[in-house]
């Protein structure tokens, strides 16, 4: 599909009307700007990295601003940096052209579906088990949270308190979500009841390209958004969202380009229509590794209910053509728990008996 452009399949327009005027017909370059946190460093080991004991992994370290902002040093790390993110927005070097915003991606919380992965092995999972709503006792047809991941999101909101409260980080000022129920419950949960400037309350945006790469497995196919009304008040939805899942497949994967092309269009329509400078967005593994992968991020695997700040510089830039590429595949699965999969060959599926003949 020549100059395929996704928000054609989504049918979504912005969740408002577009803020930053030097961007309109234009492209997004969007890049990670290392030296702010222990993540961007090659380093740091994202395997057992727990935010909660880095600061959410800001360095220590000093700004340009700190000698005009903090004579006396009795700043915070954090409105320190606070300072300086400002500057690079407002300061006279700007020209109107470049935004910088911090984007804090959460991963949500454990849900039904990893415990279930993690019950019956990813064989066995890819290839029978998660394309079925469940097994009698545990769903995951767009599951929710298990005792551990609510666990994870308790964590994240005491957390967040303590930053906000004791270490003068800043408030953020938009949330965006996953529609995923798992998402939307791990957001609702990190925020609930902090002290939050009026002007900048809890009120997340759903946005459907931060969901999961959406593969056959009921995990990732979303509930319907009268359901997620009657469940969470405080959501807020695009324009275009649909009450039904239009954009989950039963037989097809997402292909990897479709990925790539659907994370960088929701970066470049929260730059492009929202003129904050701190943004939460609460999403998923895949998720995240793929939006960070559109900020020239170093790969930074998270485990559930794991939290990255990124600080992201977005230039307005000539377009440039779009590439060919296929949205879906067919996806193979069993019929029965599999023997094993493998990389080669994908399922191993148990040979079905053939019926013995009459005489």
């Known amino acids: 599909m020549k100059g395929y452009v996704l928000s054609s399949l989504l049918a979504l327009a912005p969740v408002a009307l577009a803020s930053w005027a030097e961007a309109e017909g234009k492209d997004i370059s969007l890049s990670t700007v290392r030296g702010y946190f222990l993540q961007d460093e090659d380093s740091t080991n994202p395997s057992g990295f727990d935010y909660i004991n880095w600061n959410f992994g800001l360095l220590n370290r000093t700004y340009p601003t700190d000698a005009r902002f903090d004579p006396d040093h009795s700043a915070t790390q954090w409105q320190r940096f606070e300072r300086w993110v400002s500057y690079l927005n407002n300061g006279c070097q700007n020209d109107g052209k470049t935004r910088f915003k911090v984007l804090v991606l959460g991963r949500h919380g454990e849900g039904w579906h990893n415990a279930a992965e993690s019950f019956y092995g990813t064989p066995a999972w890819n290839c029978y088990w998660a394309v079925q709503t469940g097994n009698g006792t545990a769903?995951?047809?767009?599951?929710?949270?298990?005792?551990?991941?609510?666990?994870?999101?308790?964590?994240?909101?005491?957390?967040?308190?303590?930053?906000?409260?004791?270490?003068?980080m800043p408030f953020f000022d938009s949330y965006y979500t996953s529609p995923l129920s798992r998402c939307t419950v791990t957001a609702n949960v990190t925020f609930a009841d902090l002290a939050l400037p009026a002007d900048r309350p809890f009120s997340p945006i759903v946005k459907e390209g931060f969901r999961e790469g959406m593969t056959v497995h009921t995990c990732n196919h979303r509930s319907n958004a009268t359901y997620l009304r009657s469940t969470l008040p405080s959501l807020r939805f695009e324009e275009g969202f649909t009450e039904f899942d239009e954009l989950w497949h039963a037989d097809e994967n997402e292909t990897d380009e479709h990925f790539a092309h659907r994370a960088k269009e929701v970066l470049d329509d929260v730059f492009a229509t929202d003129d904050g400078a701190w943004i939460s967005v609460t999403a998923h593994s895949g998720a995240i590794t793929q939006l960070l992968r559109q900020l020239g991020h170093r790969p930074f695997r998270l485990s559930t209910g794991q939290i990255i700040p990124v600080l992201?510089?977005?230039?307005?830039?000539?377009?440039?053509?779009?590439?060919?590429?296929?949205?879906?595949?067919?996806?193979?699965?069993?019929?029965?728990?599999?023997?094993?999969?493998?990389?080669?060959?994908?399922?191993?599926?148990?040979?079905?008996?053939?019926?013995?003949?009459?005489?």
């Open 312 to 359: 992201v510089k977005a230039e307005v830039i000539d377009p440039t053509p779009t590439d060919d590429y296929v949205s879906y595949t067919p996806s193979a699965t069993c019929k029965s728990p599999p023997i094993t999969s493998n990389a080669a060959s994908g399922c191993v599926c148990t040979p079905t008996p053939t019926p013995a003949l009459g005489l």
């Open 139 to 168: 769903h995951w047809d767009d599951p929710w949270l298990t005792p551990a991941g609510y666990s994870e999101a308790f964590k994240a909101n005491t957390y967040f308190r303590q930053r906000f409260e004791e270490h003068g």
